[in-house]
């Protein structure tokens, strides 16, 4: 079945500092990978998508680019701010209805 | 705005009680999910339903019934609340499967059994 591997945190950062979260999969055929946040005592919302290999996703500076040959969508910034303190979800959906996400990594920026 | 509006930000109930927890979404979406969340094991899916009046089991529907009367509707009911129900449900929808239809979702209902 579909599975969804990402780095275990807490993940602790300064302002300013470069961001990766790695994330990995387990598919049959062609998914779509997503990255979602979720902040303190919030649902999760979208960050960004890609919906075939080597299609980038971004949003508020936050990138990932969709990686067949290593079955990989590691999500990048170039500089955190403390706003982005947060839960990060990898996830996938592919051939059924349901999609699957990763455990989650949390991300703590310090002034 | 698309939404997807959870009854309950937060809830407290006795062990034993039977309890509703209400989802509705406002973008006509035919697939609904509800996920539990707890610390280290990320999002876990009770149930999900990808038309009115169709249901499926998930990874962990054991003490938790569903109910999708209509399209923008779908009700968590845990028929006798037990402590280790003590968690974040998550309520989704989506489209249909297919290339980019990704899952909304609402803010979450904290439930505390006791």
């Known amino acids: 079945g579909n599975s969804v591997t990402q780095m275990e945190g807490p993940v602790t950062l300064s302002e300013e500092a470069f961001l990766t979260i790695n994330c990995t999969y387990t598919?049959?055929?062609?998914?779509?990978l997503f990255w979602y946040v979720q902040y303190p005592g919030e649902g999760l919302q979208l960050l960004l998508k890609?919906?075939?290999?080597?299609d980038k996703g971004s949003n508020k500076g936050f990138e990932a680019t969709y990686r067949k040959e290593t079955t990989s969508f590691h999500l990048e910034k170039g500089s955190v701010q403390v706003s982005d303190s947060a839960v990060y979800f990898c996830?996938?959906?592919?051939?059924?209805?349901?999609?699957?996400f990763g455990r989650g990594t949390s991300l703590i920026v310090h002034p | 705005d698309v939404k997807v509006t959870q009854s309950s930000r937060y809830l407290v109930k006795r062990t034993g009680e039977k309890v509703f927890l209400e989802c509705v979404q406002d973008m006509d979406h035919e697939n609904m999910f509800w996920y539990r969340q707890d610390p280290g094991l990320g999002l876990r899916l009770i149930y999900f339903?990808?038309?009115?009046?169709?249901?499926e089991k998930g990874d962990i529907p054991e003490g938790y019934s569903v109910s999708r009367e209509k399209k923008e509707r779908f009700s968590l009911i845990l028929e006798s609340a037990s402590t280790n129900q003590t968690s974040m449900y998550l309520c989704?929808?989506?489209?249909?499967?297919?290339?980019?239809?990704?899952?909304?979702f609402g803010q979450g209902t904290r439930l505390t059994v006791v």
């Open positions: 890609a919906t075939k290999a080597d």
């Open positions: 598919a049959t055929g062609y998914p779509s």
């Open positions: 339903s990808y038309d009115v009046k169709m249901k």
């Open positions: 996830a996938l959906r592919g051939g059924s209805y349901i999609p699957t």
């Open positions: 989704a929808s989506s489209l249909p499967q297919g290339l980019g239809a990704e899952a909304f």
